[in-house]
């Protein structure tokens, strides 16, 4: 869930984008969202028209280290080597 989060905020999204692409409720959200800005992975930016949300550096860090996580578990290699252990 936090993968498919950061996903949509590094390209900048309003609170309804997030909710909707990642297909969250609101409660959900909320619970989300003040972790990852306590942990310091995404920024809340406010700007006349509104405020947003955008992926930090770290959280950018974060998001490489999860798509890296996917590949080894997506590798038929590593499937065989769980299977016959």
Do not use: C, W
């Amino acid at each position: 869930m936090i993968s498919d989060i950061l996903t949509v905020v590094a390209k900048g999204a309003l609170k309804t984008q997030i909710m909707y692409r990642a297909n969250l409720s609101f409660a959900q959200l909320q619970e989300y969202l003040d972790f990852l800005l306590e942990t310091g992975l995404i920024k809340e930016v406010s700007k006349p028209s509104g405020s947003h949300f955008e992926i930090t550096a770290k959280g950018l860090e974060a998001l490489d280290a999860f798509e890296h996580l996917k590949s080894l578990f997506s590798s038929k290699e590593t499937i065989v080597k769980v299977v016959r252990k």
